[in-house]
């Protein structure tokens, strides 16, 4: 009775609300857990570490060739390659061989909120490691994975956070002392003076607003008036 439960379970509402039982079961067994990590155009729904290992978990609501083709981009970037979608009431011999033929494990979600590994991954010893040095910390609680919004944590948002944080931390601070101080994504300080300038102007870097003080540029959190700015050593 209980598998015949199981297999006929409707699944689960939406790919987020998926990927958000897989993250917690992953966090039950200790691995440390980042959603929507994006690398060289390509996003992995989850990325799992524990230690030296690298999972790579793509969701979706259907078990098919588009989860499948997903999955095997991950092949070679890291240790372990899943899907994890709803159980199938029907399952095509094709899609399990290829499976199984290109290691890629598979994870169920029912309704009833259990997590299964159905098939292990086959374990890849030699992979790049490209996938795993495009982690950060703000990819754990940043983005839900399988949101399907968009949104990823890049370098050129992280160049921005880190410019927000140096701005509140140094309001007035100049371009020049910004770049003397930060490592930030860009190729040279020149194009990171061009860039930076250029978003922050534009308002795309949230929080902050330049101020041009001849051939001076200087940063401060938008919350900082003109008085403010005089004592802090600016423009009036």
């Not at 290829?98 to 299964?116: M, N």
Request: aromatic letters at 8%.
């Amino acid at each position: 009775m209980t598998a015949l439960r199981d297999r006929y379970a409707p699944p689960p509402a939406t790919e987020a609300s998926i990927a958000a039982l897989v993250v917690a079961w992953l966090r039950d067994q200790r691995f440390e857990v980042y959603q929507e990590v994006h690398v060289h155009g390509r996003t992995c729904d989850i990325v799992a570490t524990r230690g030296p290992l690298l999972w790579a978990i793509e969701t979706k609501m259907q078990y098919g060739v588009a989860v499948l083709d997903q999955a095997d981009y991950w092949r070679g970037r890291a240790n372990l390659v899943s899907v994890a979608t709803p159980p199938s009431m029907r399952c095509s011999p094709v899609l399990d061989y290829f499976a199984d033929q290109h290691g890629i494990g598979r994870l169920t979600v029912d309704q009833y909120e259990i997590v299964r590994e159905r098939c292990h991954p086959r374990f890849d010893r030699k992979v790049a490691a490209s996938l795993r040095n495009h982690l950060r910390e703000e990819q754990k609680t940043l983005v839900a994975a399988g949101t399907n919004r968009g949104g990823y944590f890049t370098p050129f948002k992280e160049t921005c956070m880190q410019v927000a944080r140096m701005v509140r931390q140094q309001p007035g601070i100049t371009l020049g002392e910004l770049l003397a101080d930060g490592h930030f994504h860009y190729a040279s300080k020149a194009s990171a003076r061009t860039g930076i300038a250029k978003w922050a102007e534009e308002g795309a870097i949230e929080g902050v607003r330049v101020e041009r003080e001849g051939r001076a540029i200087r940063l401060y959190p938008e919350d900082v008036g003109p008085a403010q700015r005089s004592l802090l050593g600016g423009a009036a």
